[in-house]
């Protein structure tokens, strides 16, 4: 089939340290998967610079077109909203002139998904959406300090009933637009993909100190993944070291205004000395720090996904995570890891503590978690599932007409 990825804002030719560049790896992946099941894929995103040719044909298979919508310069992405009904009518009119029309148009996040709405409305093209993260959930959670543009819940909220299909990818979200008032028969559940030529238990292993246990926790360096919970827990894992990975370049660490307040906290809590901030680390090197780990701790308050809790299954790490989101469906409680409640640093320090003094029990959970991996979590899975999504779609196809979201 022919496959139009929408992403706007989520390049898959990100470098790391840029903005969204996590969320264009996940696209990236996506892309190169269904590539490789024969499908023909092109994966559109805004052009954010004049230098950019508008196609670049990946090693992967697929190719990437830059979309002349907005300033030609990067825009952060909760600023976008404005330039959306542009970067749909360019697609619009790429589809129609005939050389390139796809079979099925997915919209990855949500103002992408208006875009291809637009797009697709106008076309006749099938449409898919998969939100990733949802505002209802963020403004839970973040309350004034949540940045999405206005009228974003009420956005996803008509997207929901929009297109022709909701990939959702945990059954947290699907009582997420349950409530919100999606269709739950509009919905597929297919939940992301791991890469595991990256992502392995073999491999090199990142130096560590034999006897100190170590733990690790990856992430944006931001309130909501829970890195202060997890400073407040070690108090109740002596002797264990901390290893944390995201944020800044790690020269650049020190200006950071959460790295230093997530220091000041450990210099409060008496572990100043067990707590090591590494800043970003290259994807291709995240191997061998899971590797390196006892124990993954991912501690966020909520997370739609949580792709990182699978990076380190795929490594064969043990993790201890909060029963959030996706978390609660990638980590099986007593089989894969241990589950404990959100902003509960008591809770985390006694299930990381107890992990840590149960190598037995750490290697059974390191067992079934490759186990889970490989059979649920490989790209290719995730593409065929998608695969079966797309081609139940291909009966949909409509005349075009001018109706868009509103």
């Not at 990437?64 to 600023?79: C, I, K, L, T």
């Not at 009966?395 to 075009?400: D, I, L, N």
């Amino acid at each position: 089939m022919r496959v139009a990825i929408v992403a706007d804002h989520a390049s898959p030719l990100a470098v790391p340290g840029e903005e969204a560049a996590g969320r264009g790896t996940q696209v990236a992946d996506v892309a190169a998967a269904l590539a490789d099941e024969g499908h023909d894929v092109r994966v559109y995103i805004r052009r954010d610079s004049p230098a950019l040719p508008e196609t670049v044909s990946t090693a992967d298979g697929y190719q990437v077109r830059h979309v002349p919508a907005g300033p030609a310069r990067p825009v952060p992405s909760d600023e976008l909203l404005p330039y959306l009904g542009e970067f749909g009518s360019w697609l619009a009119e790429a589809w129609r002139r005939g050389d390139w029309t796809p079979d099925v148009a997915h919209a990855h996040f949500w103002m992408s998904g208006l875009a291809t709405v637009h797009a697709g409305r106008r076309t006749g093209v099938p449409t898919v959406l998969t939100y990733h993260s949802l505002g209802t959930v963020g403004r839970r959670h973040q309350g004034t300090k949540d940045t999405s543009p206005p009228g974003r819940i009420g956005y996803e909220r008509a997207l929901g009933r929009a297109v022709d299909r909701v990939v959702v990818q945990s059954e947290d979200e699907v009582r997420e637009l349950v409530r919100m008032g999606v269709p739950r028969s509009r919905m597929a559940l297919v939940p992301s993909g791991v890469n595991q030529a990256v992502f392995r238990p073999d491999g090199p292993v990142a130096p560590r100190d034999p006897a100190r246990p170590r733990i690790l926790t990856v992430g944006r360096m931001v309130e909501r993944k829970g890195f202060l919970d997890v400073v407040r827990a070690l108090p109740a894992v002596p002797d264990a070291e901390c290893v944390v990975i995201g944020g800044p370049p790690a020269d650049q660490l020190p200006a950071d205004s959460f790295a230093r307040r997530l220091h000041a906290l450990a210099e409060s809590c008496g572990v100043a000395d067990r707590v090591r901030l590494l800043g970003a680390v290259p994807r291709e090197e995240m191997g061998r720090w899971y590797r390196s780990a006892d124990v993954l701790v991912a501690a966020p308050w909520y997370e739609p996904f949580g792709l990182t809790p699978l990076e380190g299954m795929a490594c064969g790490v043990p993790v201890v995570g909060t029963n959030v989101g996706g978390i609660a469906d990638t980590v099986v409680d007593g089989l894969t890891g241990d589950l404990v409640p959100p902003r509960d640093p008591r809770a985390l320090g006694t299930a990381v503590r107890r992990l840590l003094a149960d190598k037995v029990r750490r290697f059974a959970y390191a067992t079934a978690a490759l186990d889970r991996i490989r059979s649920r979590y490989s790209w290719k899975r995730c593409a065929e599932q998608l695969g079966a999504v797309y081609a139940s779609l291909a009966t949909v196809a409509r005349p075009a007409h001018a109706t868009a979201v509103a």
